[in-house]
């Protein structure tokens, strides 16, 4: 037992000599498109994001960077009702776009020549406007009568969060790897700009699976 305890130790001694070099720069970035659609309300939704990402070692093992980015979210619904004669269609769409500011400080830890264990600190930003639009016709079939309302709304917010995540970096050669992301454990405040009783905090706890992320890193190495 001592024996394999000391084999471990000398290949893990063995292991942390393995570091990224201080003044080490790197760009990597966040592209993703998603579309949803429920078919039984009649609901579309379609998410854009784009941030690069620039980062630089500041210590053996240790960077600090930012995200600098944008984001646009679009929405549309439908839905008719009827009672007798009478019925009533809603139609809304809404679109949501944002900048996104994201600094963060980066800890790694090196498991292999070239696999490395990762903790991210980030404090993701949003500033942006939410527009939202809808069209309400009402028809009376017994009298043929017709009216439409409209209604047109648009709100500006501020969005900051300080999230924690782990993640993992394989160095297919010296300027390039790949990285993961698995789950994060983080806070969020939403707040409408000059509305003071609209904030809105969001708590994500735990590993949660079904966010894990990919990306690709390009390493200046030195």
Do not use: C
Request: glycine share 10%; aromatic share 16%; proline share 2%.
């Amino acid at each position: 037992m001592k024996k394999l305890l000391l084999a471990g130790a000398i290949a893990l001694f063995g292991l942390s000599n393995a570091q990224i070099k201080k003044g080490t720069v790197y760009i990597s970035g966040q592209v993703n498109y998603t579309k949803g659609e429920d078919k039984n309300i009649d609901f579309t939704e379609k998410n854009f994001k784009i941030i690069p990402t620039v980062g630089i070692f500041v210590a053996p093992n240790l960077a600090v960077g930012t995200g600098l980015g944008y984001t646009n979210k679009k929405t549309e619904y439908h839905d008719i009702y009827s009672d007798g004669s009478f019925a009533s269609s809603f139609d809304s769409t809404g679109k949501t776009d944002a900048i996104v500011v994201a600094p963060f400080i980066r800890k790694y830890w090196t498991l292999s020549d070239k696999l490395y264990f990762f903790g991210q600190l980030e404090i993701p930003m949003e500033f942006g406007k939410i527009n939202q639009d809808a069209l309400v016709t009402y028809i009376d079939g017994m009298s043929g009568f017709i009216a439409q309302q409209t209604f047109s709304v648009e709100r500006k917010y501020t969005s900051i969060g300080v999230n924690v995540k782990p993640g993992l970096d394989y160095f297919l050669n010296k300027n390039w790897s790949i990285e993961a992301t698995i789950g994060e454990f983080g806070y969020q405040n939403f707040k409408y700009k000059n509305e003071t009783d609209t904030d809105l905090k969001n708590y994500n706890f735990g590993l949660n699976l079904s966010s894990i992320s990919f990306g690709v890193k390009y390493v200046f190495a030195k």
